[in-house]
């Protein structure tokens, strides 16, 4: 195929019907497909049937595909023998809208304001995603044809873990087989800056719980008698950083892959104001391991928070007890080469060791991934450089980001493939937050520069 001729059309069809798009997207906005609450599981349904239909007046064949969950929407087009073949993963479900008083217009009624369409999963994932869907009937429906292979996986329970993904594509592994994946769940590096993002951290998550006596205890009667489980969990916690941040979970640091003179150096380059980043998030001054950028700490270097901590009596004013439990809620975003489950376990050693006579530990461990970095001279990332290049006007830069999608490492593991994570939208669109937006301008640009993507893939191989 000459896609140098093809190209024009396909953007005359992009131009010709970028409204009609807007509205397509305002009607897959008002379906509150929340899938972490059970009161909307038709809603979710309804919007799996939304994306096979888009589908297939897309071209494609289409088809839902049930799962002990929410159903998976698959779609297809394979004419294109002897081409690449590319598979887009996106999600259709979102996040709960609450808190519902600080939106200043309904979450499922999508309303634009300022260039800017609002509701929930304008950005993630449903405007984003819903970019690829048209650039593919931009190709089908003006040319005919397409470059690549095209192939959509979209499911629906991305917001609550993705549980029965990994079934999915083990179970359908050589229909799902592909050379390239292409994610648009991220975000573009600023305005006017567009991004492809090369790398992600991994992640372990954990609970930890000591339980002490067998109720809240009259502090004044039983206090210096007994543990305190809070008092005692205030001292694990503080025994994982040293004083400057060092994380000092045994053998933490043992296996990570350390950031290239090269990589540092491109970080360096990329415009960032740390002031400005402070005051955006209300903090007077950055903390975090010796001998790293601010930038490198939040993409690429490992670390531990503490993100919930419960104990005792919270309620107003005082209560004189000693409390029976407490409870720690701790993630570590990882780096390559660390392993999730060993230092899963090295941690739960290291909090069983320190933990007081009398108290009894209970260690609850959810779930981890690798990290994710991916070779950012390969011939797909070429292709992504051109196409956003061509859509956006800039060329994008390259960038690691903080964040964990456990579905890159499941590509991986299951298909053998590296994924192309293409942001769209803005760090700043409110995501999972009151008053999620997308920029219209980033929308059509994200359709146009997936358009390009096609044609650019078999110019790559």
Avoid at 35 to 41: E, V
């Amino acid at each position: 195929m000459d896609t140098s001729q093809a190209l024009p059309q396909v953007e005359s069809f992009l131009e010709q019907n970028a409204d009609r798009f807007v509205d397509e997207l305002k009607d897959l906005l008002r379906i509150p497909s929340v899938s972490a609450d059970s009161r909307h599981r038709d809603d979710v349904r309804q919007a799996a049937r939304f994306v096979k239909e888009r589908l297939e007046a897309a071209g494609l064949t289409a088809e839902l595909v049930e799962t002990a969950g929410h159903p998976i929407v698959y779609g297809e087009w394979t004419g294109a023998p002897g081409a690449p073949t590319a598979l887009v993963y996106g999600h259709y479900d979102v996040q709960p809208p609450d808190p519902l008083d600080r939106w200043e217009t309904p979450p499922f009624e999508p309303t634009v304001r300022d260039g800017r369409i609002y509701a929930r999963g304008a950005t993630d994932d449903k405007g984003q995603m819903y970019t690829h869907i048209k650039s593919v009937e931009a190709w089908l429906q003006s040319v005919g044809t397409l470059p690549v292979n095209v192939k959509f996986v979209i499911e629906g329970e991305e917001e609550v873990g993705s549980d029965n993904l990994d079934r999915f594509l083990e179970d359908q592994k050589e229909r799902c087989r592909c050379d390239i994946v292409v994610v648009s769940d991220t975000s573009q590096y600023a305005p006017g800056i567009p991004a492809i993002t090369y790398g992600l951290r991994g992640i372990m998550a954990c609970e930890v719980t000591l339980h002490g006596p067998s109720q809240d205890l009259h502090s004044g009667v039983f206090g210096g008698a007994v543990a305190n489980p809070a008092n005692a969990l205030a001292r694990l916690i503080a025994s994982l950083h040293d004083d400057e941040g060092r994380i000092l979970i045994p053998g933490f640091y043992d296996n990570v892959v350390p950031l290239t003179p090269e990589e540092r150096d491109g970080f360096a380059q990329l415009p960032f104001d740390e002031q400005e980043f402070l005051d955006g998030i209300g903090m007077t001054a950055p903390f975090g391991e010796p001998g790293y950028s601010t930038l490198e700490r939040r993409w690429a270097r490992p670390t531990c928070d503490v993100n919930g901590m419960i104990s005792g009596y919270t309620g107003e004013g005082p209560k004189t007890i000693v409390p029976h439990y407490a409870t720690a809620k701790i993630t570590c975003r990882l780096v390559p080469d660390q392993d999730a489950k060993q230092l899963t376990e090295n941690l739960r050693r290291h909090l069983e060791e320190l933990c007081p006579p009398g108290l009894r530990m209970e260690f609850t461990d959810y779930h981890g991934c690798g990290a994710i970095v991916s070779d950012p001279t390969s011939g797909a990332m070429d292709a992504a450089r051109r196409a956003i290049a061509s859509a956006f006007g800039n060329e994008p830069v390259m960038i690691r980001e903080g964040g964990s999608i456990p579905v890159v490492s499941t590509f991986r593991d299951i298909l053998g493939v590296d994924t192309l994570l293409l942001g769209w939208g803005q760090n700043t669109d409110n995501l999972h937050s009151p008053n999620e937006h997308f920029r219209l301008d980033d929308f059509h640009r994200g359709t146009r520069a997936s358009a390009r993507l096609w044609a650019e893939l078999v110019a790559s191989t």
